[in-house]
C-alpha cells in the first residue's frame, strides 16, 4: 500500500470485512471523544484519536482465493455516507448518500433509512463524496510487441479501485484481417472472471472490408459498444490509412459509435525510426526523437478533418503534446464535435526521462506516442484540461517491467511500449489540478468520470451521484497525502513512472455496485465481482449536435435555370 503522511483511514472496521458486511449496524450516536469504536459498525471517531487497528490488510500478491469473501449476497448491502460533501460536475452539497442494491436511493441531509439493522454506516465527515473514477484508456494483459502488459484484469482493476477508480475502458485489438467479434469475445472471457470493478470495451478497427463493417453493426447492435479506435501508427501492424479511416469514421456515424484515433503520422515514425537507427541512436531517446509531436500535431490534424468531412464525432486518444492540444482546442473553437483524452502520464511527467543515463529508468517511460521532452507541456495540457479544451482522462495503462522492457535494450523500437497510471490517475490529477489551484473539485469530477460517462453513455448511471446512480463511490480526502512508489504501489510491474511523487488527494473509501471494496489500504473484492457495462449508441452529450447538423447543415444545389445557349467543345484536331 502507499505510504500515508496522514492516516488515511477513518473507518473503523471490526473483525474481517466478512464479519462487517454481515452484521453492521448503525453508528449511533457518535462514539465518546477518546473511544475508539468497537460496535460492529464501520465509525469514525471524529474527534478522537483516528483508529489505529486494521483488522484486514492489503492482499497483494495473495492468490486470488486469499481475497475476502465478504459480503457475499450483494443484494442485501446497505450503506450510508454520512456527512460528506457530495460533489458532482455541477455542484457540491454537503449531505448523507443511502445506498440499497448497488444504487444511490438517496441523497440529501440527516438521512435516517430503515431499519438500522444490517446498515453500514461511514461517516465522511469533512471529506469529499465523489462519483468512482472512470479511466477512459487502459491495456490489461495486452499481448503487444512479443510480450503481455504485467496487469491483468484482476491485479489492473484492484489497483484501479486503490486509487478511487471504479470502471475502467479497455481495448479489444484484433490483429489485421481478424474478427472484431472474436477479439471483443477474447477479451471480455479475459475480463469478466477477473474483473474487480465494473468495466467496458472499445473495439479497435485495424483493417477494412465490408465483413469488418458488418461486425461494427452487430457489436453496436448486440454487444453494447458504441466506439471503435483507429490507429494512425504502428505501420503493418494496426495502422489504418486515410481511405479506411473515412470508411471507419462513415460507419461510426452511421452507427452512432464514437469514434477514436491513435493519432501520430506512422508512415513517419518508420522513416524517422531508420533514421535514429542509422545514426546510432539505438536508446529510448531514439523513441521520442523519430516521433517529434508535429508527427503527433499533423496526425491529430487530419483525423479531425476527416472525421468532420462526415461529420463524425471524434475522440482523440492520449493527447501527449503541446501542439497536438492546440489543434483540438482551435479544432473545438471552430464548432468541431472532438474530444482531447491528456492521460496520467502525460500530466504527471515528460519525456526528459528518456535522456536518463540509467537505460532501464529511460526505457520504463516509452509509450506512444512518447512523453515530451518540453517539461512545460504537463502543466500547459493541464490547463487545457481544466478549461475544457480537453474533455477526459484516461491512462494508456500497459505495464511492462525491465525484463521485459529490455526485448529492446540494443533498438529503441523493441521496448514494448506503455506505462502505468491506472491507480494513481486520480491523485496525480487532484494534485497538478486541484491542489494547484488550476481546476476546482467540480471540474476533477467532470474530467476524472462524468464527462467519460456523458461522452460514452455511461451517463447519468456512472459519473454521477443522485438517486438512481450506480453507487461506484469513492470517499476522497483532499487533505490528506501520500507518496506514490512502485515499493507501496498495487500494480503489478515493477517502476512507478510517477515514483516520490508526493500527491494531496487520497482515497480513503472506494464503494463499487455498492460495496465497500477499499477502506483504508485494505481490500474487500474478489475476482469477477465487477461486470461489463453495454454502452447503446447514440450519447445524446455527443449525437445530437451531430444530428443536427445533418439535418439542417447538408449542402445544396443552388436553383438556377438551365442554361440554354451555345455549348462549344473543344477541338480535337490541332488548327
Ligand atoms: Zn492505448
Redesign the pocket.
Known sequence: MATFSKQPSVFQTPGCAGQAGASAVRSQPDPPESLAPLSPGRVWSRKGPKPSLRHHQPVRGQPLEAAPMAHQNLAQQRLLIKGGKVVNDDRSVVADVYVEDGVVRQVGPNLNPEPPTGLIVLDATNKLVIPGGIDT?T?MQFPFMGSRSKDDFYTGTKAAIAGGTTMIID?AIPQKGCSLTEAFDTWKSWADPKVCCDYALHVAVTWWSNKVKEEMKSLVQNKGVNSFKMFMAYKDLYMVNDEELYAAFSCCKELGAVAQV?AENGELIAQGAKKMLAMGITGPEGHELCRPEEVEAEATQRAITIANAVNCPLFV??VMSKSAARVISNARREGKVVYGEPIAASLGTDGTNYWNKDWAHAAAYVMGPPLRPDPSTPGFLMNLLANDDLSVTGT?N?TFDICQKALGKDDFTKIPNGVNGVEDRMSVIWEKGVYSGKMDENRFVAVTSTNAAKIFNLYPKKGRIAVGSDADIVIWDPKATRTISAKTHHQANNFNIFEGMVCHGVPVATISRGKVVYEGGAFNVTAGEGKYVSRPPFPPYVYKRVRQREQVCQPVPVKRAPYTDVVSAASITPK
Open positions: 484508456h491495456h481495448f491513435h486518444v492520449h494508456d500497459c
